[in-house]
């Protein structure tokens, strides 16, 4: 049996299209807050999705569907066997529109993904204060806490409403289907046929 | 009283201790002797080849002259430094614990190793019987086990060793990661790795027609003589060809391997030649070995709860009286536990109640 951490919210809700298309039940799947599932030989387990990398390094799910930022912030120790496309969003530095980095301070950056943020300036040699928050960044350049933020961006409304504009582009995130890496050396087959049921080669 | 001559050693070992001997045994009957260092050594030793260790970082502090030392994070290093180039070969197997920091705290952990290392000898005959040893050693846990075997020589061939995304480039291998290598030009010949038949022998076609060009032909004819051994030693179901084993490419030359057991989310076991660490020390010659993770396999191997031949539920408040009777028991050989309450009984093969009076009785339970 094949054990698939999904996560919750948006992406989860977008994985399980993925499931039905392929041809698997889901019926009633996103309207139900039950967190264990059961389709056909698989079991879906629903789990927070900063959470899903953790399931599967730790092999209590044998493969998971997550988003790349969550992969870069962690970098848990799992297979990323296939982009999935679906929940493509943006890793980017904003800033207040007109803001203009001097490089005469300490830069300080507030985040919800610290790990990412600490290694991209670090590689640019740019002396940051990074300042970790667990939600609503943007207000942070606003109230003063920060000069930028790193977050993720999908559309944009939400930093345009914010008076904040995308300064620089990390990476392209889109959700990516992992895989436990011994669970990946004993059951290869069911994860192939899950992987060819998708067709996402 | 136990006598020695009587006593029932499999009986009083844990599961881990028995695979930890016959670990042990296997590799005396292929010739390793223990090898024995001590728990800290100058740091000096480790500062030189940090980049061989995959944690960076050890416990140190200064001994009586002013020495820095270092509680060791690795044994590998310190067998090598007692190697003798012009020695034949050498052969050992350790069972040591290292200091390394790690988890999610990054806090120091003691990590419990057992592994061999075989120094010298041709390029041949060593990794051959080393590969063979790790897959007879991940079948001693008694569990279904896999050894995925890849190369660090072939990788080196397909990728520029001097190129500045190289370690990029091999963290996307590490993690099949195709979709972000085959987006990178440089990373289209590693993608195609990533996909082999879960058959080795397979495997090794699919790459000798798909690479004919890359001339890694000395590369697969290696690889191809460890597929036919394990597969006339009955393992061609367990053994893969895998690249996205992938050890330190400035240590390890050869064939790299790691080793799964059904049931343990990590990896058990890690190996491969290490050549390289060798010629870095001053002692050019042929090296390969592997560890075993016995915490990683522990998750397995945990014991039953203790059983015991019989229990004494005891009323006696005479304590000279009670140990009488569980002498009367002990010298004929019976493993014995002392109970006040009867809720907090094990189940036994034999069950007694010490009376009030002093009296040893035996109860028959349904």
């Known amino acids: ?201 | 009283m136990w006598h020695g001559e009587n006593m029932n050693y499999e009986e009083v070992l844990s599961r881990e201790d028995r695979a930890v001997i016959a670990l042990k045994a296997l590799y005396e009957q292929y010739g390793y002797r223990r090898f024995r260092i001590e728990k800290f050594e100058p740091y000096d030793l480790y500062r030189d080849n940090k980049n061989f260790l995959t944690a960076e970082t050890a416990i140190t502090f200064p001994d009586s002259r002013g020495r820095l030392m270092a509680l060791k994070p690795d044994v590998t290093i310190s067998i090598v430094r007692s190697f003798d180039p012009q020695d034949i070969s050498s052969k050992w197997h350790y069972t040591e614990s290292v200091f390394r920091r790690g988890g999610v705290s990054e806090e120091f952990r003691e990590i419990r190793q057992i592994g061999i290392e075989y120094l010298g000898g041709n390029r041949e005959y060593p990794q051959l019987e080393v590969l063979l040893l790790a897959m007879k050693s991940l079948e001693i846990f008694g569990r279904e086990g896999v050894l995925a075997v890849g190369h660090m020589g072939l990788l080196r061939k397909l990728i520029d060793d001097m190129a500045e995304d190289r370690d990029e480039l091999l963290g996307l291998l590490r993690r099949k990661n195709a979709h972000d290598l085959n987006a990178k030009e440089r990373g289209k010949v590693l993608a195609s790795l990533i996909e082999l038949p879960a058959d080795p022998v397979e495997a090794l076609e699919y790459l000798a027609d798909t690479l004919r060009t890359h001339g890694i032909e000395r590369e697969l004819d290696e690889l191809r003589t460890v597929v036919r051994l394990m597969a006339s030693h009955g393992y061609r179901k367990r053994v893969r060809i895998d690249f996205s084993v992938i050890h330190n490419l400035d240590y390890y030359n050869g064939l790299v391997f790691q080793g799964f057991l059904s049931g343990v989310p990590k990896v058990v076991l890690n190996g491969g030649r290490y050549d390289q660490l060798l010629e870095k020390m001053h002692k050019p010659a042929k090296a390969i070995g592997f560890a075993i993770y016995l915490d990683e396999v522990m998750s397995i191997l945990s014991s039953e709860p203790q059983q015991v031949d019989a229990v004494i539920l005891n009323y006696c408040e005479d304590m000279d009286l009670l140990f009488e009777a569980v002498d009367q028991l002990t010298s004929k050989g019976m493993s014995v536990r002392v109970y006040e309450d009867p809720a907090e009984c094990i189940p036994s093969h034999k069950a007694y109640i010490f009376s009030r009076e002093a009296v040893l009785k035996e109860v028959h339970r349904a």
């Open chain 1, 1 to 201: 049996m094949l054990k698939i951490a999904v996560p919750t919210g948006r992406m989860g809700e977008a994985a399980v299209e993925v499931f039905e298309r392929a041809g698997f039940d889901c019926s009633g799947f996103n309207g139900t807050r039950k967190l264990i599932r059961q389709i056909g030989s698989m079991q879906i387990i629903r789990v927070k999705p900063s959470d899903v990398a953790v399931y599967v390094e730790h092999g209590v799910a044998d493969v998971g569907i997550v988003g790349k930022d969550i992969l870069m912030e962690t970098e848990p120790d799992v297979f990323e066997l296939r982009d999935l496309g679906f929940g493509a969003c943006r890793m980017a530095v904003a800033a207040p529109e007109g803001f203009r980095d001097q490089g005469d301070m300490i830069l300080k950056v507030a985040t919800k993904y610290p790990h990412v943020a600490t290694k991209y300036f670090g590689a640019k040699n740019r002396p940051t204060e990074i300042i970790p928050l667990n939600g609503s960044i943007e207000i942070a350049p606003l109230v003063g806490l920060s000069h930028v933020i790193v977050d993720i961006v999908e559309t944009g409304t939400t930093l345009r409403e914010n008076g904040l504009v995308i300064v620089e582009v990390i990476a392209e995130s889109s959700a990516r289907f992992i895989a436990n890496q011994a669970s990946y050396q004993f059951k290869r087959d069911e994860i192939e046929k899950l992987l060819s049921a998708w067709r996402l080669r």
